[in-house]
T-cell receptor
């Protein structure tokens, strides 16, 4: 089974802190994605990467950055956390050609910024 | 830009009732369509997918969905729900103008009463 592992299930951070959310997948997938999930809004794409050291902005990249130094790891960085970034963050991965296979998701990190 | 709408925010059914969850998308080109389910406290899992061929697709746990191109719809159905179907359901679309990224709907929460 493909596994997508997110380092923390719950996280509480203070406003202004730099926050790192880590995601690791173990099936050699090329594509990795970061979404945030909010009630009534569904999943919104923050950043994605199709290859090592490659990154592209999604629909809501403001206030976030990412890093992909190794194929299996995709990190989401909140440069200066704010209360409106309180959310559930989901990491996903897929093979190249994801449109036929779909994504595999991690369990999510629920981030609270106080 | 693509968008996905789901007709109901919250659906409440009794066990053995029939289920239909609506999903409509806005893109007029070629699409691949997915339904994901998120059980309480768990990660998103793929229920079923459509990318070509028979517009009626069957997924896991007795779910099926029908792609009606003329209506830009991909509704999810189950003839008889169980308490264990209580979850949040997300429709997702990948259009041929959107690379390997998906657009997700806002989700429908299903509560099945025993």
């Amino acid at each position: 089974d493909v596994k997508v592992t997110q380092s923390s299930r719950y996280l509480v951070k203070r406003t202004g802190e730099k926050v790192f959310l880590e995601c690791v997948q173990d099936m050699d997938h090329e594509n990795m994605f970061w979404y945030r999930q909010d009630p009534g809004l569904g999943l919104r794409l923050i950043y994605f990467s199709y290859d090592v050291k490659m990154k592209e902005k999604g629909d809501i990249p403001e206030g976030y950055s990412v890093s992909r130094e190794k194929k299996e790891r995709f990190s989401l960085i909140l440069e200066s956390a704010s209360t409106n970034q309180t959310s559930m963050y989901l990491c996903a991965s897929s093979l190249l050609g994801a449109s036929s296979y779909g994504y595999t998701f991690g369990s999510g990190t629920r981030l609270t910024v106080v | 830009a693509q968008s996905v709408s789901q007709h109901n925010h919250h659906v409440i059914l009794s066990e053995a009732a029939s289920l239909e969850l609506g999903c409509n998308y806005s893109y007029g080109g070629t699409v691949n369509l997915f339904w994901y389910v998120q059980y309480p406290g768990q990660h998103l899992q793929l229920l079923l997918k459509y990318f070509s061929g028979d517009p009626l697709v069957k997924g896991i746990k007795g779910f099926e969905a029908e792609f009606i191109k003329s209506k830009f719809s991909f509704n999810l159905r189950k003839p008889s729900v169980q308490w264990s179907d209580t979850a949040e359901y997300f429709c997702a679309v990948n259009g041929d103008n959107y690379g390997q990224n998906f657009v997700f709907g806002p989700g429908t929460r299903l509560s099945v009463l025993p």
